[in-house]
Structure formats: structure tokens, C-alpha cells
């Protein structure tokens, strides 16, 4: 591994490396690294424009398979700009708290796609007019993982209110394996604002591992194509708590 950067941020342990081997694949791979060795992005410098996370290639074919004619989607944390390079066909805005991130996705990953926009997620898509996004894409962290305020009833109205008639929102989420009280509390908080919801988990390889989850909330039935999915399988998870926001 080779350290390219690294600074402590007002949000963030930030580091960026090169590696030849991620996750069991060698290659030529530049990664970008939240605290506690949380993966937050990664490039095949050979390939840069491959996808080479999971979560968001099937979060595009969620996207893809469900409103095949989509124009507008807002994000919620940036990371490398996986994402919105991807949709750069698409209007997009992106909203990342970081300023240091959307600094560093241009500098070592070459980002070149729509303007991050510098603050808070929430009080960004409350600016937003009503009834406008085909699709709002949650993918924010902090060093204790997804921020309290972007998973609440509250902030799922908000949401919903942005979304047009067609519209769903897509969370990338973690979890301990097997029945996590805080995804299922998510899951279900979602679960009171949208008709139609389902859940994806990829994988792991030990019981005492953390789980990346896609939730998904939808006007309309979900439809999914396991083979699409870049090994994410369904998962039901169990009942649990509205999160509200703290008075």
C-alpha cells in the first residue's frame, strides 16, 4: 500500500492509498479511506471507469430496471464520485459536508462531473422545490456511521415531498450481520412514509462482520434481478423503531 494522503478533517480521518489488491481482486486500485478503515471509494486505475464497489452498481440497476426514463436525482454524500460520474448524462446534484472530500475526489480520482454541493444534505434537498427528483440517493457517513438526521421520520417526509410520482430513495447503509437494531429501525421508519419497500444485503463471510445494505422506498413496486445485483440478495429486515428527530 501506498499512502498518498492523509489529513484529519473537520468531519473526517481522511487517507488515500494505492493498493494492489482489494477485497481479494489485485489490480491497480486508488482508495479513499474514512475513519476506521471505512472504505469510501475505490478506482481501478486501470479501469477508471469501472464501477469496483458493489453497492453502487446495484444501486444503478435498482435505478435502471425501475424508472428506465430517469432525469433528475440528488445524492447525499459524495465520496469519489462514483455515483455522479456515472449519471453524468443525468441532472445531478450532490451534496457532500465535507469540503475536503469533494477536493480530494478531484485531485487523486479525477472527478469531473456536476458541482458537489458544500453542506448539510438535509438543509440542501429542503431547498429543493417540491415533487422534482425521479431519485434521491442517500450515501453519507461519519466515523459512527450514517448521520441520525438522514435516517428519521422527518427527514423520510422530507424526502417523499422531493420525490415526483414516480420517484424512490436508495440508502446505503451497515450493519452488524443477521438482525441490526439500527437497520431495522431504519427500515422500518422507511417503511411509514412509503407504500412500497425492499432490502438488500451483500454477503459476508463470518457472523461477526459488518453488512452493507441497499433500502429502497418506492411509490411503485420494486422490481430487482438478482443477477444484476453485484451479489446483494434479498433481506427481510425485522421489525423495529421509529427514529425521530431529537427535540
Known sequence: MRVLYRNKSEQHELTVYDTKKLYGEKGRFRVLEFSNAAVQGAMDLDEPARMVLEYPRAMVHLMELNHPEFEKVFVVGHGIGTLPTYLSDCQVKVAELDAEVAELSRTFFGYEGSPVLIGDGRELLGQEPSGIYD???????TATGTPEHLISSDFFALVKDKLDKKGAVLLNVFGHVGNDRLVSAIYTTLQAHFAYTHAFALPT???????NRILMGSHHAIEFQIPHMAGFVEQEPEEGYIIVDPD
Open 135 to 141: 431519485y434521491i440517493i442517500v450515501d453519507a457517513f
Open 205 to 211: 463471510e463470518t457472523a461477526d462482520e459488518v453488512q
